[in-house]
């Protein structure tokens, strides 16, 4: 465990908690590990293993552990989509919105907001084999008309659903900071900036985000290097820290950004037991809610019953709230009463 000193200790044990402008939020951004074909088959060909009762499960949880948001992921690397020759998106399949719906109807009976992220991996590559819809124009177009604008005109006003995040760590493909960009930054921040002019022109109370990884270190300083997306017009921004301590997270004011800093995923970096977890997760929520974040989601909730895909052991495992046979660990109350 790696803490700065007992002294430090108590006095975030002290910290004021703003529970009142603070949302406590939990990933869990695919049903029960199934990336990429969950709510839908994939591009790809694999097919849709959606299940009603883990999404059941899934809020009751959230709501049991004082979630008031729970972020998931939508299309993924292609999951849902059709596409035609060009690798324009022409639509989406239908049990994809069936099985949205669902998961809206679960959300609903246990009074939590769903906070849907679109993409991940970039376009044009083996992982979302579409066409490149940051440097194709005729491809954005497409997907804008086809999926973005029908999917807010039927979602845009739902109250099941508290903000439509456009990508997951948009920053890891376009940032040169990063070993994977493959964009530039211009481009990017162009897409972030039409993608939300055109959601806000179908629904103009819809709340935007974009996602990013967190960046720090001796060369490049917090409140310079986490900009990429300021004058888009999104509505907050979600940044992304993982940390073996979690105490040392800067404040929101540090990134000098113009709008709310939503924590959007937290965690461990390394599985150290479930004590080391509680006390990561402790630290991250004491420094979040001090330093005027707008809220902070853990990475993630996990699967009562079963962990496929997750574990080696209990004693290494990270990332959930469940071990390996699906039991509760100690950061679920942890996080319960954080």
Known sequence: MKFTSSLFLTAIAFAPRLVDAFVKGINQPWGNNQYGHWLSSSIQGYTAVYSSSDMAA??????????????????????GLVVDGNGYVTGLKSDFE??????????????????????NYAPDTTNFPIANFFTDSNAQNALLNNL????????????????????????????PYFSGAVINQATAKAWVTSTTAAIKSVNGGAKVSVSQIYINDAYHAVGVSNLDYVGTGVDFYDIHIYSDNGAEIPAASAFKLDKPVYLGEFGELTGEGDQHQNDVIYNFFVAAKAGGWAGAFYWNLGFAGSQPGVCGSDSNIKYTLYNCEGGQRGGYNEFKYS
């Open 58 to 79: 899934t809020f009751a949880a959230a709501k049991d552990i004082g979630a008031a948001w729970v972020r998931i992921w939508l299309f993924e690397d292609g999951q």
């Open 98 to 119: 069936t099985n949205f719906n669902d998961v809206l109807s679960h959300a609903a009976a246990n009074g939590i907001k769903v906070y849907p992220t679109f993409f």
């Open 148 to 175: 973005i604008k029908p999917f807010i005109r039927t979602y845009g006003s739902n109250s099941n659903i508290a903000a439509f995040q456009l990508y997951n760590e948009l920053n890891g493909i376009a940032n």
